[in-house]
């Protein structure tokens, strides 16, 4: 059996803010079972036959045009599809898709439905000749979370690939659009997308004019590893009325020294992880009784796993974080 592992993404190590994403999420799932990771894999081979005949024109259908810009060339919407990330699946469950996805990876359990959906492997190595028996038509993946190693292996193959992308909670419902064009099920993409930013939109306008107060949000220890400007959940952050204290931080998911945290001395302190953790890393905390987050006693746990995984889940538990946030006002 040929498998595609870690041992592939060794060398981009240095080169971006990808890797120090999967490092963290990699750690993270060793620890809790729900937090997501994403690999890529696939192969369109003999997709003609098992798709439907096409009954229109494709000139009549708009083009299939993923997150990133990039067009997808399929004849027809994909009938087989094949997610390689937590949040991909759970986007295409809620663009009306979810009995298209033929296969996912573990830890891809939103909704309830996706667990049903077979596992070809997790974000340590994924079963490439499971994944060629598929036959998928297209390969959906995450920017940020795939190997842009392991996604030139899938185009390599001839595979069609698409790319979802997302940094802020804005991003997830014209994401939800743009599947619902990828597998031809607009109608409700389109009223979930709606659904989607409407839910945003109020949760906006709820903690807008909110005093600021800047937040660590750790997702690690030890080293202490927090989000950067970059990450979704600085977005989350800011829709809360707060301020990432790591937010100038280009990188997606840095790690930073006990000195860096101290200078920046945050109101508040986020752990994100699952209690018995959660409870462990905080006690350190309390070694510095100068800190404002500590001395104000404004430590919380934060262990709902939608955020982190960036799909449609994602504004609700925002929501949560935010109530969590102005307990500290």
């Given at each position: ?82 997610a390689l ?14 009995d298209r ?229």
């Amino acid at each position: 059996m040929q498998r595609l592992g870690e041992e592939a993404g060794h060398g981009l190590i240095l080169r971006s803010h990808r890797v120090a994403l999967r490092r963290v999420t990699t750690a993270r799932i060793r620890a809790r079972a729900w937090l997501a990771g994403a690999l890529l894999g696939a192969s369109a081979a003999g997709a003609a036959a098992l798709a439907a005949p096409a009954t229109a024109s494709t000139t009549t259908r708009p083009p299939i045009v993923d997150d990133t810009g990039h067009e997808v060339a399929l004849a027809q919407p994909a009938r087989r599809i094949v997610a390689l990330a937590p949040s991909a699946t759970a986007l295409l469950f809620a663009a009306g898709a979810g009995d298209r996805v033929v296969a996912t990876i573990r830890f891809a359990d939103e909704p309830e439905a996706a667990g049903r959906v077979p596992r070809i492997g997790d974000v340590q190595a994924i079963d490439l000749e499971k994944l060629l028996a598929l036959h998928p038509d297209v390969v959906v993946v995450t920017d940020a979370i795939t190997s842009p190693l392991m996604v030139d292996r899938v185009r390599g193959l001839g595979i069609p690939v698409y790319t979802t992308r997302y940094t802020r909670l804005a991003d997830i419902a014209p994401s939800v659009r743009r599947l619902g064009i990828l597998a031809g099920t607009r109608a409700i993409a389109d009223r979930e997308a709606a659904t989607l930013a409407a839910q945003l939109a109020a949760l906006r306008k709820a903690y807008e004019g909110r005093a600021r107060i800047s937040v660590l949000y750790q997702v690690w220890s030890p080293p202490i590893y927090t989000i950067g400007g970059t990450h979704i959940v600085t977005d989350a952050l800011a829709v809360c009325g707060a301020r990432n204290a790591f937010a100038s931080e280009r990188v997606a998911a840095p790690a930073v020294g006990i000195e860096a945290v101290l200078a920046r001395n945050p109101d508040a302190i986020v752990v994100s992880a699952p209690r018995k953790e959660a409870q462990e890393w905080m006690a350190e905390w309390r070694r510095f009784p100068r800190l404002a987050a500590t001395a104000a006693r404004h430590l919380y746990v934060f262990d709902d796993p939608r955020l982190d995984r960036m799909g449609p889940g994602a504004i609700e538990a925002a929501a949560g974080l935010c109530r969590l946030i102005d307990a500290a006002r």
